[in-house]
């Protein structure tokens, strides 16, 4: 298994994990939302985890690069479910959170 590899899958467990723990009333809607957004952008995770393990991206940058991407997070069920915009935001920012302390963890 390689590097990558090894990141996404801890990044879906950990995924999984943060919607058991805070978002169980929209779980499986948001679990869905989660596994889209991340096969969305997994060439672009790709590339920039690639740059962080060369040192040529910071943790900073790395994060402003993912935080670019979480636009395309799609909620739309989420909002049709009730959710607010706040809650939604903070859903984002979440799996954004994730993407990058799992990198940080996993690959450095």
Same mark, same amino acid.
């Given at each position: ?7 996404? #899958? ?8 943060? =919607? ?10 948001? @679990? ?12 672009? @995770? ?14 900073? #940058? ?20 009730? @959710? ?10 979440? =799996? =954004?959170? @994730? ?10």
């Amino acid at each position: 298994m390689s590097d990558f590899d090894r990141y996404l #899958e801890t990044l879906k467990d950990e995924l999984t994990r943060m =919607v058991r723990e805070h978002w169980a009333d929209w779980g499986e809607e948001a @679990l869905k939302s989660g596994d889209r957004f991340l096969r969305d952008v997994e060439g672009d @995770l790709r590339r920039w985890t690639a740059l962080l393990v060369e040192r040529r991206l910071t943790e900073e #940058e790395f994060r402003f690069l993912v935080e670019s991407k979480k636009d395309l997070l799609e909620l739309a069920a989420l909002k049709e479910a009730g @959710l607010s915009a706040i809650r939604l935001e903070q859903f984002r920012n979440g =799996v =954004v959170n @994730l993407a990058v302390s799992t990198a940080v963890d996993v690959l450095l």
